[in-house]
């Protein structure tokens, strides 16, 4: 299959209305969409993605009112955290309707649904009128896309068509949350931070992201998010003799050889923004390893560091 890229609205909801998967921007990562209400199309995703069945999707929507019909009940705590965070990098986690097919939620009761705030996804959204199924569009375990050409690099001859809207705004997944004994708990850090929560909130969510914590998201796949080369935290010892690549928050003169910076101003979000284009970018680089430092423990540093010890326990020894 040839894999054409292009920003045509109309083609990519021509392809997604026949039931073909269409690589789509949003303000986090490219996604891999497909019509949900079409389980043939919906299977298409994991086909193109090697994702197993059993690892849930998210469904898309414009805004709240498109996705009621889909839900049992969307909490009075998620309308608050709606109004304050959406269209944005938020997923909410909640109970489905018996609209929505199994495929989508690996045979769970619960939903997750997201509104994002990217135009081209809106617009594809609103002329749909029904939700759109997407994962990150990356083959399952790699790297997430933040731009066209690295979806092109991992699905090209897989999917028809790559909708280009540019570079993603934020280059870090959704927040996933949830709701336990009345309280909301995070599944998996990302673009809106802990702190944002909190004070929209009162208490501070508590982090529920790991495997034993009974419930399935990539965000808690031990391996995951890796890079083909690699990769370790902290810096690369002195006298190690492999060739290879370091990258830190910002210029560190102490470094010698290949160094990748994320942010020059020495600014979280720059950093969060540039973190996969710098991964993509360090393993086309040839080198044996990559060594990255890892962030401060708060905001966007946790989401950061999150995907960095997961890539990095795919290596370790
Ligand atoms: O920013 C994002 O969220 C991007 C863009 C494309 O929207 N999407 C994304 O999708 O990161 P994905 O599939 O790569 O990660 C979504 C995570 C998966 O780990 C999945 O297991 C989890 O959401 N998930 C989906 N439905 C769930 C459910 N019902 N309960 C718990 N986790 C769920
Ligand atoms: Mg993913």
Avoid: W
């Avoid at 905001?299 to 326990?313: E, I, P, Q, T, V």
């Amino acid at each position: 299959m040839e894999t054409r890229v292009g920003q045509d609205l109309a083609v990519a909801l021509q392809y997604l209305m026949q039931g073909q998967t269409v690589a789509i921007p949003t303000e986090t990562v490219y996604g891999l969409a497909a019509d949900a209400n079409n389980e043939d199309a919906v299977l298409s995703i994991f086909a193109a993605k090697n994702r197993p069945t059993s690892n849930p999707l998210i469904l898309h929507f414009a805004d709240l009112p498109q996705a009621l019909p889909y839900i049992n009940e969307f909490p009075s705590v998620f309308k608050v955290l709606y109004k304050e965070f959406c269209p944005g990098p938020l997923t909410f986690i909640v109970e489905k309707s018996s609209v929505v097919s199994s495929f989508i939620t690996g045979g769970q009761q619960t939903v997750a649904i997201r509104f994002s705030a990217h135009p081209f996804l809106q617009k594809l959204l609103v002329k749909l009128d029904r939700p759109l199924a997407a994962p990150s569009a990356n083959l399952y375990g790699q790297v997430s896309p933040t731009n066209a050409s690295h979806v092109y690099q991992q699905l090209n001859g897989r999917i028809p068509y790559i909708l280009d809207g540019g570079s993603c705004e934020h280059g870090l997944e959704s927040t996933i949350i949830g709701l336990q004994d009345n309280k909301v708990v995070i599944f998996r850090h990302g673009g809106i931070t802990a702190e944002a929560l909190q004070t929209a909130l009162g208490y501070i969510p508590e982090t529920k992201n790991k495997e034993e914590s009974g419930i399935l998201t990539s965000g808690m796949v031990k391996y995951h998010y890796a890079t083909q080369t690699p990769l370790y935290l902290g810096f690369k010892p002195i006298h190690e003799k492999d060739t290879a690549v370091q990258i830190t928050i910002t210029n560190n003169l102490e470094i010698e050889g290949p160094h990748l910076i994320l942010s020059n101003a020495n600014l979280l979000e720059e950093a969060a923004r540039n973190l996969y284009a710098t991964l993509h970018h360090a393993d086309g680089l040839g080198m044996q390893k990559i060594y990255i430092q890892p962030f401060i423990d708060s905001g966007l540093g946790k989401a950061m560091n999150d995907r960095l010890f997961r890539a990095a326990a795919k290596f370790a020894k």
